[in-house]
């Protein structure tokens, strides 16, 4: 590590960064403009700011028409958030208490919690070096008790859904396709979250379309839709001192309130107009960052590259280096990380427990090493709709002198 590797000495010892400071990172929050304001304002100043009750389509109707169009799928239910979106999901596809749902070990928490909020168990399962659900791991995690298959498009990459599809039918499993981080990436040309029985979606401020907090859900079946949009309004037994008749048409069942705001879903209908604009964006950085770099670094394996884009996520030998990696790319002004902190879901302390608030539902899962150990070592650098040619050439720069400083070097799938 002296100055003989191009570019000079590595920030992280002493030597000047490639960078000052980082590029912003984020989604659909960058790209945001006065017309989502300008959406809100026009809500308010309307006064209809629930979607039910008042003449006339509401903006969450809109929202829901402009998503099925987008998603081509059938039937969507906007909600308040992505993890009321899998909650509804499983409660539509019927999901009978205590059944098991297999959930990847790497993703974010909510799918779990999902799964028990809908009163089943979340089943943690080995991913592959997609970082996604390893399909040869999911069939051996199937038992009696299994109702759904949970997989997760993670970060603007599709799972490849062609074996999980075939799992799903041969064994009579649900589908259910998380594309909490991938709305507007496809596989195959379909776009994620129209493939499985349902797919939900999500719109926290850190995702594609953003609106702060919110989320839909996709489904083919009106049975499943009509379940899941009786869940999300009090199990269809609305009743108020003025009357109604939400949900009329079937018998009511308890439910809980995850309906979304008129503000949410005009915001929405305004950043979803932007999303095609920010996988293109997002997709061109990702190539010319991996195209520019050296050819021996080894890439998660992304299964349809041509409807992705995905931050590039390489491999290192092992944690260590992977940790070492993160550090110098942050030195040098490249905002890089290993995704949740290099923590699989199946050991977070209250999933390991399984604690949930009404007590203990299962006993410790098995590890998912294969997973520990593909996350662990892996370095993601982040991606920004907003990013120039300058940037990703930054990027191209500090992934050069790291490499040449043999930080690189090892790693495999
Ligand atoms: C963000 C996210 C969710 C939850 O969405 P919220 O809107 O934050 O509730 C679910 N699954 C995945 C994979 C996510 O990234």
Redesign the pocket.
Known sequence: MTGASPGGALAVDGGTPVRAAPYATGRGLLLWGEEEEAAAVDVIRSRRLFRYGAEGPSRCDELEAALGRRVGSPHVLCTS????A?TAALVGLGMPAGAEVIVPAV??V??ANAVVCARGIPVTVEVDDTLMLDPGAVEQAITDRTFAIMV?H?GNVAADLDPLVELARRHGLVLLE?A??SLGVSHRGRPVGSVGDAGVT???T??NVTVG???AVFCRDAEVFGRAARFHDQGGQFTTNRGGDRGAGSEPTTGSNLRMTEIAAAMGLVQLQRLDDLIERLRAAGSAIVAQADPSLVWRRIPDPAGAAGDPTLFCADRMAARRVVGALVAEGVPAHTMYGGQVLSNMPALRAGRTPWGQEWTPPPRCRVSEQLLGRSVTIGLSPTMTDRDVADVGEALAKVGAAGLLGGGDR
């Open positions: 958030s992505g993890t009321a899998l993703t974010f909510a799918c997760v993670l998380d909490a981080q999500s719109f926290q850190e995702k907090e919110g989320g």
